[in-house]
């Protein structure tokens, strides 16, 4: 997924290589007739084609308009606060994506009643296209759990995608949750809700605002989707 974004800017770059070799034949048409004519067209179109995606490809990675345009509606980049309901109770946590040009990365946490965290995710697999889905695999830290104080095990999380109109990014998905070991292995969380806060520029101000939406509602947390 993120290679062949990455082989449509080469060979954008190229077809713009092979332009500006053109033109120059062009503008300068005495040149053809050089013996130097041919090791110059290729080192200059060399020199130019490196330059060219190695700026591009710098200037896209710290600009956060242009990943949005490279990633189109993959770009997650950002933190997101995740919700699901069991039994009447609310379950809660958040993600943090970090994404560049080439990796979509998962890090996060599922609070307990004092939104303290009781899970800790990373991910381990890049995201996966899976018709129409996508899915992502991360090593899950219990950090209480029936098995014991600290329990690594693992998670499956597919996400569906929201469809917004135009240029507009995601700021919803669906998601399932399937958890492979420790006291939850096997559980699977069906319909959890995940949401982009956009404004956030911290894991903190998410959490800030979960206690905002949470505190003092009913709450348990034997599991947790992350």
Sequence with gaps: ??????????????????????????????????????????????GFYVFAI???????ARSELLL?????????SGYWSYEYTRDGKNYFGFWRFEQDLDHIRVIGSGLNERFLPRTIVRSVSPLIEDQGAYWVLNARTE??????????????????LDSP???????????????YGGSSSGHLHPDVLFR????AKSDEEVIADLRKKYQGHQYSSPENVS
């Design 68 to 76: 949005r345009i490279y990633w189109g509606r993959l770009f997650l």
């Design 1 to 46: 997924m993120p290679g062949s974004k990455r082989e449509t800017l080469n060979n954008l770059v190229l077809l713009a290589v092979l332009f500006f070799a053109l033109k120059i034949s062009q503008i300068l048409p005495g040149l053809q007739s050089s013996i130097w004519y041919i090791p110059v067209s290729m080192l200059t179109a060399t």
């Design 196 to 199: 982009k806060h956009v404004k």
């Design 165 to 179: 109109k135009g240029f507009k990014p995601v700021i919803t998905m669906r998601a399932t949750t399937e958890i």
């Design 143 to 160: 950090l209480d759990s029936e098995s014991g104080p600290i329990t690594l095990v693992y998670s499956k999380t597919t996400l569906i």
């Design 54 to 60: 190695r700026a591009i490809f710098f200037t896209v």
